[in-house]
């Protein structure tokens, strides 16, 4: 019935594994756990070794780094049940019901997206507070925030997918590194017009990155980004190009370009500062887009 998907990189995902095993037994459901390690460190490797001796679970490590997109289809390819959940691995659930949820959600014909949430509170190491910060005011989105908007609020940290819709469409693997494979699947969902069902079952991300890592991911992202627009792959319901569009047309963006060169140290002093406006996060992206281009 169901196979429950999750590609690991430097995470212990033992306990996590352990959990929606013990759910997924609880429904009295046909399932699989697969987990393949896309080259993370040996002592993660280590650490996650007792998957392959757990029932239902079927645990593979790479001999080298596929990437996000390219690992998701090798899962998708391995699976064996007609209906696949996708599960980021430095996540945990926030109570028992979470398979059962996506079980009572099974559609043929939709999708399904459980939404982001994060600890109430602040990590205790200051260099992670910014990644909590942000997740807490820009990807925590309710349910009915998520709605107005089904396509542009999706991500791929935790998704049910009837195994025929994900066949046809797949991630892209030209997308290497961080970034916008979520965009451009949910942007191929609305154009085929597979829609996209929005319920209250969050996963909570645990695996926060410290400042300097999330701010090269989110340029690793942002080229990403750029690539897609070259390629005419994207439209204006993704707000960064939208704004980069509304830049160039009123002749502005080579200013915000000059601004972002002469302050950027000063910019990420203040996303470092205590509960930071986000705006200035905002700027930091647009003038880095406009750089990749300058």
Known sequence: ????LIPIYNFNVVDFIKDLKNQADSCGIEYEILCIDDFSNDDIKKENEELGNMEYVFYEELPKNIGRSKIRNKLAQKSQFPYLLFLDCDSKTVDKQFVKRYINSIDPDKITYGGRCYESQAPKSTSEYFRWWYGMNRETISVAQRKKQPYHSFMTNNFLIPKTIFNAIKLDEQLVGYGHEDTLFGLELKKRGIEIQ??????????LENFE????KTEEGISNLKKLIDENKIDDSVKLFRYYKLLKKIGVEKKILNYYRKNKALILQKLQEKEPNLRWFNLYKLGYLISLYS
């Open 198 to 207: 929005h319920i209250d079952n969050p996963l909570c991300h645990i695996g």
């Open 213 to 216: 890592v999330y701010i090269a």
């Open 1 to 4: 019935m169901l196979s429950i």
